[in-house]
């Protein structure tokens, strides 16, 4: 069963072929990170635009691709939630379109889930598993029950992991898109050049929450009170100590979720799951820990095509679909259940 999926939340314009749920047969991403770099920023009304123009072709490619045709396509699943509301509004919109003149079914999904399930692409995994969710927009500790339900743990009480990069980068001009810069920059930079503060766990019911906002300032506001005596005051320095800092922070309230569940299987997804200090501090716990780690491939870990057609399948396959009324919404409440 082929499951075309769109995916146009932000400014990552992709699709993809993804044959039950698993095998990924094609996917294009087409990125606007020439479009956006001169503003340091994603520019919402320039990122659905450009969604416009490039949709079909995008589309068009992932089929040609997998060396089919729409008429081989079971079924179409497209992100509608959360994201810009311009760009969410352009995919949904061309899926509606081509369910509309197909006679195909659609669906629509939840970003969130979508990057979740995107490990799942390429392992067999077993629910229930703890889920690391970190991008631009969101930084999510939950426990994932199935692939349409998750009990958040903790999440991010202003900033998120992806925006703090983002901010941190584009404050010392060190290029776009942010994150990626910074965890190259690091790799040549000292960690221990700065202490930022690592603000302490709070007790209770908010235990798994975080904040970016305090590690934000400190970085950017009050650099020398944070610069250790005989280190260099470099790009490479203060990058290699935000990095350490920001994503030491995750992996403390994971090392915590882990002790208290007793789950034994771990889960990252989102643009921030590529950070190679991440990716390195999660092996390192699963060694220390014995617990199993699925981190997506690079590919899947930013916005994807294949992530939304390989979830879609789940519910395509059972005959849940969306009506043409669907719209899409820019923020989701702290769910805990999805349903298109
Ligand atoms: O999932 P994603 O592509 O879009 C959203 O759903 O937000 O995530 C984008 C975020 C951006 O903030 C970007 O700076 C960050 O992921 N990112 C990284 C890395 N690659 C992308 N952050 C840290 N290290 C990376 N290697
Ligand atoms: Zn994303």
Not at 270 to 286: C, E, F, W
Request: with cysteine.
């Amino acid at each position: 069963m082929l499951v075309l999926g769109i995916e146009t939340s932000c400014d990552e314009c992709s699709a993809a072929v993804v044959r039950d749920g698993r095998h990924l047969l094609s996917m294009v991403t087409a990125t606007q990170i020439e479009i956006h770099k001169p503003y340091m920023g994603v520019v919402p009304e320039l990122a659905s635009r450009t969604h416009v123009e490039w949709i079909n072709g995008v589309a068009k490619k992932a089929l040609a691709d997998a060396g089919v045709s729409l008429d081989d396509i079971f079924g179409i699943a497209v992100t509608n939630r959360p994201g810009l509301s311009g760009s969410l509004l352009t995919g949904l919109s061309f899926a509606k379109g081509l369910a509309f003149a197909s006679g195909k079914p659609f669906v629509a999904i939840d970003h969130m889930f979508g990057h979740i399930y995107a490990a799942h692409l390429e392992n067999d995994i077993e629910y229930p598993y703890i889920g690391l969710l970190v991008s631009g927009g969101h930084t999510i500790l939950a426990i994932i029950k199935g692939y349409e339900e998750m009990q958040v743990l903790g999440t991010t009480i202003d900033d998120a992991v992806g925006e703090a990069f983002d901010k941190v980068a584009k404050f010392y001009n060190l290029g776009y898109p942010g994150g990626v810069v910074i965890d190259k920059l690091s790799k040549l930079g000292d960690p221990n050049a700065f202490s930022f503060p690592h603000p302490s766990l709070h007790k209770g019911d908010h235990q798994y929450d975080i904040s970016y906002s305090g590690l934000k300032t400190a970085v950017i506001n009050q650099l020398d009170q944070f610069h250790n005596a005989g280190y260099e005051k470099s790009n490479e320095n203060i990058s290699a100590a935000f990095q350490k800092t920001a994503i030491d922070m995750l992996t403390k309230r994971l090392l915590l979720a882990i002790d208290n569940t007793g789950l034994k299987t771990v889960v990252t997804g989102g643009g921030v799951a590529a950070n190679s200090y991440l990716r390195k501090s999660i092996t390192d716990i699963s060694e220390q820990k014995g617990v199993t780690v699925y981190n997506p491939s690079l590919k899947l870990c930013g916005d994807n095509g294949a992530m939304i057609a390989g979830l879609g399948y789940h519910y395509l396959k059972n005959n849940v679909k969306s009506g043409f009324e669907t719209t899409a919404h820019s923020r989701i409440p702290m769910f805990r259940k999805a349903y298109p």
